[in-house]
């Protein structure tokens, strides 16, 4: 199975802070990555897909690029909604598998 | 707005089954294909296998191969996860999410999630 490591594993940040999370895979995954986002209690919500496309209604302070192993996902600017978890997925070949989760903390 | 309701929780002894079902509405069913996703307490989000809705064709993970059936009911506009033979590691929130596509490609929409208890 393709191994997908993300760094850091939290974070503290202040509304306005620039936020990056990068996330490695194992082996090649070619531009099959995704991002989502998980707050408490609740399912995951979509992002970006294949590592770079923001889905639709997701602010444009996301952003996300990268191919083949490493990948990244930028907050340009932190809104008080955006503490939550965030987690890639590759999408390259079966079984599909997860990123360990990144917490976005409130400093 | 697609929506993807799931059934409620559920408390299992160890070595029971159980199964969840996720109802669709507000898209055409057939047309997407449909994951199930789980997470333990404080885990990683973990994939248990697909669904391609229109033909049945399914694909597990092979950790869970032969206590995993993935299936759904065209007519209903329902998917169903069976695990067998549960064991306490199983506790958690089990997710249908649908693709974005009738193969695999990214998850688009998740139910609310079902939390699954393993417990003697």
């Known amino acids: 199975d393709i191994q997908m490591t993300q760094s850091p594993s939290s974070l503290s940040a202040s509304v306005g802070d620039r936020v990056t999370i990068t996330c490695r895979a194992s082996?090649?995954?070619?531009?099959?990555l995704n991002w989502y986002q998980q707050k408490p209690g609740k399912a995951p919500k979509l992002l970006i897909y294949?590592?770079?496309t923001l889905r639709g209604g997701v602010p444009s302070s996301f952003s996300g690029s990268g191919s083949g192993p490493d990948f990244t996902l930028t907050i340009s600017s932190l809104q008080p909604e955006d503490f939550a978890t965030y987690y890639c997925q590759q999408s390259y070949i079966i079984p599909w598998t997860f990123g360990q989760g990144t917490k976005v903390e409130i400093k | 707005q697609v929506q993807l309701v799931q059934s409620g929780a559920e408390v299992k002894k160890p070595g029971a089954s159980v199964k969840v079902s996720c109802k669709a509405s507000?898209?055409?069913?057939?047309?997407?294909?449909m994951h199930w996703v789980r997470q333990a307490p404080g885990q990683r989000l973990e994939w248990l296998g697909w669904?391609?809705?229109?033909?049945?064709?399914?694909k597990y993970s092979q950790k869970f191969q032969g206590r995993i059936t993935i299936t759904r009911d065209k007519s209903a506009s329902t998917a169903y996860m069976e695990l067998n033979s549960l064991r306490s590691e199983d506790s958690a929130v089990y997710f249908c999410?649908?693709?974005?596509?009738?193969?695999?490609?990214?998850?688009?929409?998740w139910g609310q999630g079902t939390l699954i208890t393993v417990s003697s």
């Open positions: 082996q090649s995954i070619s531009g099959y």
């Open positions: 669904i391609k809705t229109d033909t049945g064709n399914t």
């Open positions: 294949s590592a770079s």
């Open positions: 999410a649908r693709d974005h596509s009738s193969g695999w490609e990214y998850l688009d929409y």
């Open positions: 507000r898209y055409t069913f057939a047309d997407f294909a």
